[in-house]
């Protein structure tokens, strides 16, 4: 099993609804987020293009931030989502500084935190991570890379995607249609 | 004209508009346990070179100050850490992927022994020290016998705490600054250099100073090298070393890089030392509190303008 999100740059208006369902979801302390839209606008104006995304971890096959945790406590879970496990956190920063995409932070209680693609409290149960389940355009797709008839695997076979600076060696498993 | 426009609506503190997690007390660490790898590196080495009495200073006396240096960057880096309670999971495991997992066992390691190596020493200082009870003196006289088997254990691992010091760094390919293998010759040659400094600074034999200051002036004249090719490497490789650089050529970090670190903290006491040895009469203290200075500037400036040099996307 590999969990994988693919999000649709075409349909997604930046709204923020992922964000404040994360936010609520995952009792996110005020002045944080776990996920966030970014926009990008490139070209010569008249023409100029904007790209919306909404970003969170990437839950990269081959991440940074595992590789460097002194104490294991950032793992990964069945099905690769990457996870931190609170009561092996020092809070050393390693993790936070390793992420080229800047996912993480630091947990006003002391440990590291970010996406955990609501593997615990909503995938285990069968439901869609809370961003994917409230997205007013339906922009997002979650599911299992490795069985061929899920969302994201058909979506993905379907459409062209990109992946965020795949230079850097991460191998994310958040997709991005464009 | 052209644009590209990033904004993100993310606003995490320490995070963003760069990051910003690290602050004085891994910059101060660094500087602290590369001074200590770099003096008890010395002891070591003329120790097993069997020269210990030509360079008194740097096998007896320099290294008592180690203890000192590694239990306050041992507090540098405890304050550091947000989820302080839970320190002690660094020690329930070795992580050999992780340069923060070996370095923490790294200074497991040095710190006693600079502990022992000091206590093998505590007679320079108080000459009628007497360590009362017998078991003490037993294992006094057990170092004593295997003082060259620990100093090999000593050498080894001193020059694993100096490298490491600049790997921690060097691993995050995330910090293009940072990304670049030279940055662990570089720590530890700007240790080496400190701790000779260190030795020159309160050595009073006269041959032990000339010789120390001469061992200096050849790593000042290394770090200079590397910092080059440090530089040569970012220019020829991709954009986002390219971009890591400018932050020292041009960039914000420009005037404290060249001025600090290079001119004051390299040319200028080298240039210092060479009048020394050349019979001019200099203030002896000069040139080495500012390898020192140098040493613990060079750490602050790279821990700071890493944070700031990132992957754009």
């Known amino acids: 099993m590999r969990y994988a999100m693919a999000i649709d740059t075409k349909k997604c208006v930046g709204c923020s609804d992922c964000v404040v369902a994360c936010q609520t979801e995952n009792n996110v302390p005020i002045g944080y987020c776990r996920d966030w839209i970014v926009e990008v606008t490139d070209g010569t104006y008249p023409q100029l293009e904007i790209e919306l995304r909404s970003e969170r971890c990437n839950h990269c096959e081959n991440a940074p931030c595992v590789r460097c945790c002194p104490t294991g406590a950032s793992h990964y879970e069945d099905g690769g989502a990457v996870l931190v496990t609170p009561d092996k956190c020092i809070g050393c920063g390693a993790c936070i500084t390793s992420c080229p995409y800047d996912a993480r932070y630091s947990h006003p209680d002391g440990y590291v935190d970010k996406c955990t693609f609501c593997l615990d409290n909503r995938v285990k149960k069968g439901e869609d991570p809370a961003c994917v389940s409230v997205c007013p355009t339906k922009c997002m797709y979650f599911g299992d890379l490795d069985d061929l008839n899920s969302d994201v695997s058909q979506v993905l076979k379907k459409r062209k995607w990109k992946t965020l600076i795949p230079e850097a060696g991460t191998k994310p498993h958040v997709y991005y249609l464009i | ?313």
Request: proline content about 5%.
């Open chain 2, 1 to 313: 004209m052209k644009e590209e426009l990033i904004t993100s609506g993310r606003m995490n503190p320490y995070i963003d508009p760069h990051l910003n997690i690290w602050h004085w007390q891994i910059p101060l660490y660094l500087f602290l346990g590369g001074l200590a790898a770099g003096i008890l590196f010395f002891a070591a080495l003329y120790t097993i070179q069997g020269k210990a009495d030509k360079y008194p200073t740097a096998v007896k006396i320099a290294p008592l100050i180690t203890p000192f240096a590694l239990v306050l960057g041992l507090i540098a880096l405890f304050l550091d850490l947000k989820h302080k309670l839970y320190f002690w999971q660094l020690y329930t495991t070795l992580r050999l992927e992780s340069p923060m997992s070996w370095g923490a066992w790294t200074l497991m390691v040095v710190t006693p022994l600079s502990f022992v190596w000091s206590a093998l020493n505590i007679r320079q200082i108080f000459p009628n020290w007497d360590w009362r009870y017998s078991w003490v003196k037993n294992i006094e006289a057990f170092f004593r016998k295997n003082i060259i088997t620990l100093s090999w254990i000593l050498l080894i691992f001193s020059l694993i705490l100096g490298v490491y010091t600049g790997i921690l760094f060097s691993a995050f390919n995330a910090r293009p600054l940072w990304n670049t293998s030279i940055l662990g010759p570089l720590f530890l040659a700007s240790g080496l250099s400190a701790g000779a400094a260190a030795i020159v600074l309160i050595s009073k034999n006269h041959f032990e100073r000339k010789q120390m200051a001469k061992i200096d002036l050849i790593i000042i004249g290394v770090e200079l090298f590397l910092i080059i090719h440090m530089f040569m490497g970012f220019l020829a490789s991709t954009q986002v070393q390219i971009d890591a650089a400018s932050l020292f050529l041009g960039g914000p970090y420009t005037t404290p890089f060249w001025l600090f670190v290079v001119t004051l903290g390299m040319v200028v006491p080298a240039v210092l030392e060479i009048l020394e040895l050349n019979g001019y009469r200099m203030p002896r203290w000069l040139a080495p509190v500012l390898i020192l200075f140098g040493s613990l500037m060079l750490r602050f400036i790279i821990a700071y303008a890493g944070q700031e040099s990132r992957w754009l996307y």
